[in-house]
């Protein structure tokens, strides 16, 4: 499969009720087309697509998915024709440990995977089913969610629980935001001009889901995501770690059915849940400022269990080289990035005040000379995908 004509991706990230498109160039991750269908599935879908500056906005008549990628289709630019699709797919189970090029027997599989995360997974499979009808020609590439977690060993991986529900079921850790990941830890990488193989550093990726994870040589070795994006940290609406007893509890004492824990813990827990007013992180910061007492408990219980979980994560490291902040919050936060921080003195990190507030740095690294480096790294997963799609097609 060779490609001669150029280096530009479609990546698409397809969800339950949305899909989210970029046109990239694989090689300098530059994009001049991208948009987001929402709704889907309802009487109201809408595309909006940005080109080259300009933003339009269409209604998806059906609402289908198949419509929204035909609508992305006719409005690519007459001379940017992509040369592969890359599918951001959320769980590759125990079955993909990396990035492949998509046939018969990967659709299987991510069916197969739709087991453990059947929302996503599905929907995933609805976008390369309808991106391969619109675009018969081209190949389509596979790019999971976990498969940078892949090589975690099992005292990572294994819950303490019969072994029978792993064996039949394959109930395990496995770990998200893979992409993410793995991109703000080979940017770190560069910026420290060390060798992401043989670098030992935490990432933080804060976004509405969040997420920590321990790379060491140039793969994850921990990471608080689990079998679902439902374990670890606080995040917009979802608990993060709880008590299981808590659920126990809630079904047996007050007669909660699954879809109703389902809805408590990943859509009303979080900073929602704890400040009863907004899973908007800057939202949250504004109104604590302001004094308000749910807001502040929601910041307080979100940065302590950040940096108890970043301590934990040292566990696998045996020196911490540097640690990374992504995502909407982690890139934009500084007061939760100085809080954290604070918090984590005991290995040596401090950062410097001035950096932590410059918007515009030029330098990622914003910790004060002779301390541990502390990067704030901008994600772009689209890139990652388009890189490994490329990088697969070639
Ligand atoms: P997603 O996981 O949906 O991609 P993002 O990575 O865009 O989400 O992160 C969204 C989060 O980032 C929201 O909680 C938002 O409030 C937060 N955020 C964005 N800008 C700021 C800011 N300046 N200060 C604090 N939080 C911010």
């Known amino acids: 499969m060779a490609i001669t004509m150029n280096n530009w991706i479609l990546v698409l990230n397809a969800g339950s009720s949305s899909l989210k498109f970029a046109l990239v160039?694989?090689?300098t991750g530059d994009s001049g087309f991208e948009g987001l269908a929402e709704r889907l599935g309802n009487t109201d879908a809408v595309i909006t697509i940005k080109s080259n500056g300009n933003k339009s906005e269409s209604k998806i008549a059906d609402g289908k998915m198949a419509s929204a990628i035909a609508m992305v289709m006719s409005?690519?630019?007459?001379d940017t024709v992509p040369a592969a699709i890359g599918h951001r797919v959320v769980h590759g189970g125990e079955k993909f440990r990396q990035s492949v090029v998509i046939d018969d027997s990967v659709k299987a599989g991510i069916k197969d995977c739709a087991k453990l995360a059947p929302l996503h997974n599905l929907a995933n499979l609805e976008g390369i089913e309808a991106a391969q009808q619109a675009f018969p020609n081209l190949p389509q590439v596979a790019v999971f969610d976990t498969a940078f977690h892949s090589q975690l060993e099992p005292q990572v991986y294994q819950y303490a629980i019969p072994q029978s529900l792993y064996r039949d079921h394959h109930i395990r850790r496995y770990g998200m935001h893979g992409t993410s990941h793995q991109y703000v830890g080979e940017q770190a990488a560069i910026a420290l001009g060390q060798d992401f193989n043989n670098i030992q550093i935490i990432t933080a990726h804060l976004g509405n889901g969040c997420s920590a994870s321990a790379i060491r040589n140039g793969h994850s070795v921990d990471t608080t995501m689990g079998m679902t994006p439902l374990e670890g940290l606080v995040m917009g609406t979802r608990s993060g770690d709880v008590d299981p007893g808590i659920i126990l509890w809630l079904a047996q004492q007050q007669g909660m059915d699954g879809d109703q824990l389902s809805d408590l813990l990943n859509k009303k827990s979080g900073l929602l849940g704890l400040s009863e007013l907004t899973n908007d992180c800057r939202g949250?910061?504004?109104?604590?400022?302001e004094g308000h007492a749910g807001a502040k408990l929601a910041l307080d219980v979100f940065c302590f269990r950040l940096a108890r979980t970043i301590s934990a994560l040292t566990v696998g490291l045996d020196r911490l080289d540097a640690l990374i902040f992504?995502?909407?919050?982690?890139?934009?936060?500084?007061?939760i990035r100085a809080r954290v921080t604070e918090q984590l003195s005991i290995f040596k990190l401090a950062i410097n005040e001035t950096a932590n507030a410059d918007r515009k740095r030029s330098n990622p690294n914003i910790a004060q000379p002779g301390t541990t480096p502390v990067l704030v790294i901008n994600t772009n997963e689209e890139y990652m995908i388009a890189k490994q799609t490329l990088s697969l097609c070639q």
């Open 25 to 27: 160039d694989a090689i």
């Open 75 to 78: 409005a690519l630019p007459a």
């Open 284 to 289: 949250i910061e504004e109104a604590a400022a």
């Open 326 to 335: 992504t995502g909407g919050i982690g890139e934009n936060s500084e007061l």
